[in-house]
């Protein structure tokens, strides 16, 4: 079955400091991959994804990921996290024979100053 | 403004009175699609349309209906809400199918006592 997991339900970070927001899959095939922010009463905005090429993805506000296919994950990534950045984020994976989507639980990030 | 609109933003209603949740698109997009966000357990897909007249099952499709009549709108009907159908209700749209990033809707919070 398809499913993504989110282990965190939260992560702490300073102002500064690079943050990790950890995501694992289980998908048939190659996997499709998204990484979704919701900020606060607001609907989700898309933030980068994973088709396929080089494992690294650079998306929206600095953001990236690593895909990791030996390992089924696809963490987030930031090098010097911001107050702004503050917000629930969600993965999600395309099932591909069916053209539906799993999401993760989200996990909330909270940057400190 | 390229968007995705729903109606209404809050709803509060009673055990059985059925109810719409619309939903539109002006950015010509294929690939519409209906989720709920519940505490804990992230998105849930519930229904998704590849294109007009072309919609399925998503994750959690009981007590619901869809309909993609024309390609910028896709209903969410609720024929007899239950209370467990409480929750916070997402629609989004992408272009080509289901390859590319979803632009996702204010969101509908639904209240069924």
């Known amino acids: 079955a398809q499913s993504v997991a989110q282990p965190e339900d939260q992560v702490n970070v300073a102002e500064g400091n690079p943050l990790t927001v950890k995501c694992t899959y289980s998908v048939s095939g190659n996997p499709y991959l998204f990484w979704y922010v919701q900020y606060p009463n607001r609907g989700l905005q898309f933030l980068l994804k994973y088709i396929t090429g080089d494992n690294l993805v650079k998306g929206s506000y600095g953001f990236e990921a690593e895909f990791n296919k030996s390992q089924t994950s696809f963490h987030l990534k930031k090098p010097s996290a911001l107050v702004s950045d503050s917000a629930l984020y969600f993965c999600?994976?395309?099932?591909?024979?069916?053209?539906?989507?799993?999401f993760g639980s989200g996990t909330k990030l909270n940057v400190k100053p | 403004e390229a968007q995705v609109t729903q109606n209404p933003r809050y709803l509060i209603t009673v055990t059985g009175k059925k109810l719409t949740v619309t939903c539109s698109q002006n950015m010509n997009h294929e690939y519409m699609s209906w989720y709920r966000q519940d505490p804990g357990l992230g998105l849930r897909q519930i229904y998704y349309?590849?294109?007009?007249?072309?919609?399925d099952k998503g994750d959690v499709p009981e007590g619901y209906k869809v309909s993609r009549k024309e390609k910028r709108n896709f209903p969410l009907i609720l024929e007899s809400p239950s209370p467990n159908q409480t929750s916070l209700y997402f629609c989004?749209?992408?272009?080509?199918?289901?390859?590319?990033?979803?632009?996702f809707g204010p969101g509908t919070r639904l209240t069924v006592l």
């Open positions: 349309s590849m294109n007009v007249e072309v919609t």
């Open positions: 989004a749209s992408s272009y080509g199918g289901a390859y590319n990033e979803q632009f």
């Open positions: 999600a994976v395309r099932d591909n024979n069916f053209n539906k989507f799993y």
